[in-house]
Structures are given as structure tokens and as C-alpha cells.
């Protein structure tokens, strides 16, 4: 009986299989039902419709759709935001969808009056969410493969473009010359660049996504110095600029000119030793192009010399490659005493963490345990899974760590992952057979406990 109680209930299961079962003219019905007062399923329902008919009438479907986006006037009422997502989202799947099969260049015809209505939108949405801007990010993104089907005459492009680009006060089309240019032919790139530069021209700032497109047009067509002239001689000089200078001017064979870029941009001996985003591409940067310069054995003093200030585990990992057999084994074992030692606890856990090195890991914790930064959430959580099944003692104190610092600041939104923390010390306690100088379980316990925040529950 309760069998065939089960069976019942799964075919009453909204599912694909059961409404087929339904059969067409039951569900045509209730969508008839339906859609009298749902506006945005009679929307969809009409284009579907229009697909079966032809792409001329599938376009216009849209085009009455656009149309009404470009004449309105109000804000979105925070109600009735998911709805306008999904009918802005509808609109850019039928035009990247059935109608580029049917038709590309009426798709790409739409789809620049599609992207061309993100300034209004923007200006009439709270769109704290970013699910408006996903909706315009992705039409962009999605345009190359539309814009090589449909072959548009290059200069009509071009002109398209820019005119997007130019209104892109919010810089949600940054991605469309990405997406275009390697799709396009000679002639066309030409004329894109041509059309960007004028649009440029005369201007003291001109809109920053010209700039990136022309950026991207240049590196598409393999032109460094059309790269470089986008960029002032104040911006060269910052580190991160000097090393995508030196890059593209490596990967053209241009050594001598890779590292006078790289010269004038040289980071602060702070920025390198903190290891700053920009300094590290920037010595990444110096380390090829001095290999690529017959400079091999600079090249691996500086990456062992990275390391040591940073304990970037790429840069020890290139390092310990370029080693005969055995002087690595040795080396990675003067890199793992190094890291006992470092100074910022965090970063040495790190580098133990993505290095897999569980042992070294867990000494680590286990003679510097004061030193734990929990400010690292993700870094204390990633080292506990190194640690969890080999050093439940290591991992534990690590996981006690967190949970003290949420229950002590009362981080509310943490409390989650606390409750998660506990139920895991507990399940770690069973393997750990000596505490040592560690507070027991027990009396770790009863301290959390003198906190009492709510939402999380101490295990008795």
C-alpha cells in the first residue's frame, strides 16, 4: 500500500515526463488559463510562436518588447524586480537564441539596440543584487560568436561599437570588444580601431572603455606599440602597467625593449616584500625576460629570492623545476625550513596549505598556535582540511581558533559555520590521544559556553 501511495505521489511531481503525459491539448489549456494573468508568460508564449512562424516575426516580438523598455520613464518598483530580470534575460536569450539560427544579422541588429538599453535601465533600478548587470555582462560577452555568423559590413560595426562604448557609463559593456574582436577579419579590426581612435580623438578623457577596446584591438592584432601608445608615461611607470608592457614586448621578440619597460616601473622594496599584486607580476615579468635574455642563472637567484620574502609556492615550484636531480629535493627542504620561520604566521600557513605539505604544516601550528591569524578565514578552513585526517590536534586548534573569535565578537554571520566547527571538534577529539599543552575539550568548552550567543548551541 505505501508502494503504490509512493508511485501516486511522483506522478503528481511538476516534471517534465509527467506534464508530457498530460498531453498537448490539456497543457495548451492551461496555459490559456494561465497566461491571462501572468503578462510575462503570454509575452513568452507569443515567442514561442513567432519562432515556429519565421525569424521576421520573431524579431518583431522583441523588437515591441525593446520598444517598451526604451519608452519607459519609471523606476523599477523593488517588487517587481525578479520579474523585469527574467523578462529583460528572456529578451537577450531570443535574440543570442533562436533568432541568431534563424537569422543572424537580424540577431545582431537587435542585439545592439538590446545592449544599447543598459544606461536607461541602470538609471531606473536598484540593482544592488548585480543581476541586471549579469544580464548585460552576458549579452556582451556573447556577441562574437553572433557577430562572426552574421558577417556585418565592417565600418556598420564599427559605428555600433562605439556608440555602445561611449554610453557605457557603467562599465558593463567592457567585455564586448573582448568577445567581437577575434572574430573578426582584417578589414573589420581596421575599422573598429579606426572609428575608437576617432572617437578618441580631441577628447582630454576620453570614456575609459574606448581605451580598453582599443587596448584589446591592438593585442588582437599583435601591435605592442598600438598597446603601448593607450597608456600615458605617468601609467608606464607603475608596476603592474610595466610588467603588460613587458610581456607583450617579450612575446614579440623585443627583449632589450621588455626590460626598459620593466626599468621604469620598478615596485618599492615594501611592495615586493609584502608581495603587492603588481610588484609580483612585475617580478614575473623581470624573471622571464632575463631567461629570455640568456640571463638563467639571475633568473633563479631572483625566483629563490621571491620566495623567500613572499613564500610564493609558484615561484619555489619554478624554482625547484629548473634543478638537476636531488639539489631539488634538497632545496625544497631549505624552502620548508625557511617557512617554519617566517614572520606572518598566515602566510606561512598558506604556503604550507597549497604546497600539501600536511607535516610541516601541522608543527607549524602546533609551535606557533598564539600566532593564529584568524583573520584568514578561508586560509584557517583550507589548512584544517590538510590537516584533518593525519593531524586532528593541528586542525583542532585551528577550528578552535575560529570559533573563539565568533563567539567572543559575536560575528553573526559566522554563526553558521560555527555550529558546522564544533560538530567537527567534536568528531576530531576521538583521534587525538595526547592534548599536551593544549586546553582539553572539556574545558574549551565550558569557556565558549560563558559567551552564550544565540543561534549557537553548545554541544553538551
Known sequence: MAQAAKRAGSRKSVTAANLEALGAERLAAVLMDVAEDDPGLKRRLRMELAIEVGAGDLAVEIAKRLASFESRRSRIHWRKYKAFVRDLDLQRAMILGPLAVLDARMALDLLWRFLALAEGVFEQTDDARGEVEAVFRGAAEAAGG????????????ADSVVALLERDRERVLDGLVASIAPALDAMSLTALRTALLTASAGRARPAPALRVALQTVADVLGDVDGYIATLSEAEARASVVGAQIARRLLGAGRVKEAMAALAVSTPSSRAKEMGADGAA?????QIDVLEADGQADFAQELRWASFERTLNAGRLRAYLKRLADFDDVEAEERALAHAQSFDRFGTAL???????????CAR????????????DVEGLEAAVRLLEARHPLAASL?????????????????????????AELASLAVGVEDWGEAEAPADFLRRMAQFRRTGVAMPA
Open 281 to 285: 607580476d612585475w617580478e614575473e615579468a
Open 364 to 375: 607549524l601550528v602546533l609551535t606557533r598556535t598564539a600566532e593564529i591569524d584568524v583573520g
Open 350 to 360: 598558506r604556503f604550507f596549505t597549497e604546497w600539501s605539505a600536511a607535516g610541516a
Open 398 to 422: 585551528l577550528l578552535r581558533a575560529l570559533i573563539a573569535d565568533t563567539l567572543r565578537w559575536a560575528r553573526v554571520d559566522r554563526y553558521k559555520a560555527a555550529q558546522r566547527q564544533l
Open 146 to 157: 553572433l557577430a562572426a555568423a552574421a558577417k556585418p559590413e565592417a565600418s556598420a560595426l
